[in-house]
């Protein structure tokens, strides 16, 4: 009797669901290990984006969850099993997930990791500078301080390897400014209640501050400062759009955004079908560059003022697709729809 | 035999729904066969001594949230030590890990009886304890592991005289198995465990029949620590590298136990039917990815199994009861 009931349960649950689509094009998987992180869903939409708007992607298979490196070899390993032709990957670090990534290149599968670079040779990387990225807001930040004064320094998540890269940017930088002190160093989790917490936790405690560097955290930090009527310092953030609008809108903010697109991810998809098709690419890494938009230069302020976009979430980033790889209209990022949706 | 599937009615039940889903698999996906019953084994692994633990921890009426992080912290232990280390040495280190497991869910276990504050808030608070030492211990995944560990759970077994395909069964499995044996013995077979099932179910009755609660929680705080110990290592064997903040374990755990019929008040259960669970929570996230289903309603799926296959044990279990 018990079995009954479980069985209908099965039943039940597989009648929920549809059957596996009949392959034409390409089949595309896609690994991701943050959920629910502005970044990370701009990233998904520019890799639905591309694969719709290319035009050779029958269907996508999406692994898409808050896990571990042991927990995206199985995702991997699950792609393998659907028969995907090819992987793009936002690795969860540069080592762990090497021993499935070999896998999928043994069975013939393209594996491209975006964002964060990957160990295992046989895989294709298509990543931002991360190191850089934090090197030129820092130096910027530092420069426009006067270089003297203390700086608040907050990272992104403990232990992760984006993280990890900043701060050797980060402090690459500080070493070139010997005046410049850290007031205090904490870690956001990249979590826009967390930052603003600890913002005005800081604050609060009246320690002086004279600049703010952040790992992507950046709006609620301004409206820290803001609500709490304390005296705007520099603020180093990146290209979010609710960031990228303050720094256009906020009365007496001077600020630095630093381009950090999500869009890679679409460009990871476009390499991989390049890939599919017989293209290859010159170099086994591409990196992609970082931008700083501050607007306290005039070049900046057109940069700022060209990446206004009401559309967007504000913890999105506004660079919304890449020159030279992403082919989506923003129409088709926002709408966040990839191929049979 | 009759017998035998009427006491375990409920493993019985996962079983059969373990074997409709790998059938159900084997139709979304015509090619499913030995790798992916591989996949699945390895990627069972950690949720497997994850939920071990838990199993053992509720049993004894308690909970631990401190797992995963528990599993951290051994995870980074042991790729910290294996760089660079030689076949023997990796012996040492593996019990060396084991030890600093059973230390750390010595010490929840000890703080609980002594407090006598909750098990919830205790092991809540050394959740954060735990995660700071493995982010203390190594500050990014880094570090490495000793090959032949990491060929103990990699492929399938082979059977002198057939080829390695031709065996359906994963290394990774009979890891699972061979190092589970000794905990399913404590429990089942030892007066330890007799013990540990009689704390959980009735401490008071426990106490008046002269078992000795504190000590008897202790232990099974500790035996649960040993197994996160295994957990961390076979996260390390996997992965290759020690990651300092904990995986999506802690949940998964108390997931899989509710599923295999441990009862969450203590004192009922076992530790086979949790393990069945997770082959099945494993499964089910695979035939999704295999389908490839909105990944924002895959957690609402899994969600649901649960819900419903609780729901239906309990209904069971209360017709069961009416004379």
């Keep these: ?341 | 035999m009759m017998r035998l599937v009427q006491r375990n009615g409920w493993v019985a039940g996962l079983l059969v729904l373990l074997i409709i889903l790998l059938i159900a698999t084997k139709i979304i996906q015509p090619d499913f066969g030995a790798s992916g019953v591989e996949s699945l084994g390895r990627a069972s692994v950690p949720f497997a001594f994850a939920t071990a633990a838990m199993a053992i921890v509720v049993i004894a009426g308690g909970i631990d949230l401190s797992i995963a992080a528990m599993m951290a912290v051994c995870s980074v232990t042991a790729a910290r030590l294996m760089v660079g280390a030689g076949d023997g040495e990796t012996v040492l280190i593996v019990i060396l890990v084991l030890a600093l497991g059973a230390l750390m869910g010595a010490i929840n276990g000890a703080m609980v009886v002594l407090t006598r504050v909750p098990d919830i808030v205790v092991t809540l608070a050394m959740l954060f304890v735990w995660e700071g030492t493995a982010l203390l211990i190594l500050n990014t995944p880094s570090g490495a592991a000793t090959q032949w560990l990491r060929d103990l759970i990699l492929g399938s077994l082979s059977i002198p005289g057939l080829p390695e395909r031709a065996t359906f069964i994963p290394k990774s499995l009979v890891f699972v198995v061979i190092c589970l044996i000794p905990f399913w013995f404590i429990m089942h077979r030892t007066k330890l465990g007799l013990s540990i099932y009689a704390v959980g179910g009735d401490p008071v009755a426990a106490f008046r029949s002269g078992v000795p609660i504190g000590r008897t929680r202790i232990i099974a705080y500790s035996l649960a620590g040993v197994l996160a110990g295994l957990g961390g290592l076979s996260l390390t064997m996997s992965t290759g590298i020690g990651e300092p903040i904990p995986g999506p374990y802690l949940l998964a755990s108390v997931s899989a136990v509710v599923l295999g019929g441990v009862a969450l008040s203590g004192g009922k259960g076992g530790i086979i039917g949790p393990i069945v669970a997770v082959f099945i929570l494993r499964l089910v996230r695979m035939d999704l990815t295999l389908m490839s289903v909105d990944p924002n309603v895959t957690t609402i799926v899994e969600g649901t199994i649960m819900v419903v296959v609780v729901m239906l044990g309990g209904m069971l279990a209360m017709k069961g009861r009416r004379p």
């Design chain 1, 1 to 341: 009797m018990k079995s009954w009931y479980q069985g209908v349960a099965a039943a039940a649950l597989l009648s929920g669901l549809g059957t596996a689509a009949a392959a034409e094009g390409y089949t595309i998987g896609i690994s991701n290990t943050v959920q629910g992180n502005g970044w990370r869903e701009e990233m998904v939409c520019a890799m639905k984006a591309e694969a719709l708007a290319s035009g050779l992607v029958d269907s996508l298979n999406i692994a898409h969850r808050n896990t571990d490196a042991a927990g995206q070899l199985e995702d991997i390993r699950n792609l393998i099993q659907a028969g995907v032709d090819a992987i793009v990957v936002n690795p969860a670090n540069a080592d762990g997930i090497n021993a499935a990534i070999k896998e999928a290149t043994d069975a013939g599968i393209v594996v491209v990791a975006v964002d964060q670079a990957v160990t295992e040779p046989s895989a294709y990387i298509l990543s931002n500078n991360q190191e850089e990225y934090a090197y030129v807001g820092a130096k910027w930040l530092f420069e426009t301080m006067g270089g003297t004064g203390a700086v608040v320094y907050m990272r992104g998540a403990a232990g992760a390897g984006a993280d990890n890269d900043r701060d050797v940017g980060f402090k690459r930088a500080l070493a070139e400014y010997p005046n410049i002190t850290v007031a205090q160093e904490v870690f956001t989790g990249w979590q826009q209640d967390q930052g603003k917490q600890q913002i005005l936790d800081i604050l609060a405690s009246g320690i002086p501050i004279q600049g703010v560097w952040t790992s992507g955290i950046d709006n609620v930090i301004v409206d820290a400062f803001v609500e709490s009527e304390a005296p705007l310092v520099p603020i180093v953030g990146a290209d979010n759009a609710g960031f990228v609008g303050q720094l256009a809108s906020v009365e007496g903010l001077v600020g630095a955004a630093v381009t950090n697109p999500g869009s890679v991810g679409g460009a990871g998809v476009a390499l991989a079908l390049q890939i599919l098709q017989g293209q290859m690419p010159q170099a086994q890494t591409v990196l992609v560059t970082p931008a700083l938009w501050a607007n306290n230069s005039d070049e900046g302020k057109a940069l700022i003022a060209a990446g206004q976009n009401p559309n967007l979430d504000p913890e999105w980033p506004v660079s919304v697709s890449i020159p030279g790889w992403t082919t989506y209209t923003m129409d088709q990022i926002i709408a966040c729809k990839g191929p049979g949706e």
